[in-house]
């Protein structure tokens, strides 16, 4: 014999935090208009590509051009999840500060990847360029995300703040 336990409030119950699921990510996503992101490899979108004239990272490699992924990245998806239009390298003029091979902490590190070496702004300085021409406004959601992951570290972590 098979028992329905839904009783009689189950369905309208649901169906209310169906909607309220819904709205709730409606709202959430209405509240930010745009992203700016600091950040390494993992969230750079094209400044290392332009910084080495176009030569890393390598499609060779595997990667989508002028991304180290096969595709997009993490920022790019936020920016789809949230409704917002993702955001394009700095350099171009968009939101997106994030440089492979930047470290955590303030000024540059020269950095090179695969046929590409440039010099890139770390991500303390990436805040502080952005900052240098721009005032923070409410709607823009920002995003910082680094890591160390260089052969000689691999092994040993080690923690820096920017």
Known sequence: MVR???????RPVLV??????????TARGGQITGIVSFGDSLSDVG?????????????AYGYAQGEFTNGRNWVQYLA???????????V???TDYAHG??????????STFGPGTAT???????????????????????????????????ARPTRRSC
Do not use: C, K
Request: charged share 5%.
């Open 101 to 110: 091979g930047a470290m955590t902490g303030s000024g540059t590190t020269v």
């Open 4 to 10: 329905d336990h839904s009783g009689r409030w189950g």
């Open 16 to 25: 209310s935090l169906a909607a309220g699921l819904f709205l709730i990510g």
């Open 47 to 59: 400044n290392y590509y332009a910084a080495t004239g176009g030569v890393s990272p390598p499609t």
């Open 80 to 90: 789809q999840d949230l409704g917002v239009a993702a955001p394009t390298a700095s």
């Open 120 to 154: 890139v702004s770390n991500i303390g300085q990436q805040i502080t360029d952005y900052l240098g021409s721009h005032m923070p406004t409410a709607g823009q959601l920002y995003t910082i995300w680094g890591a160390e992951m260089t052969s000689s570290t691999a």
């Open 92 to 94: 171009n003029g968009g």
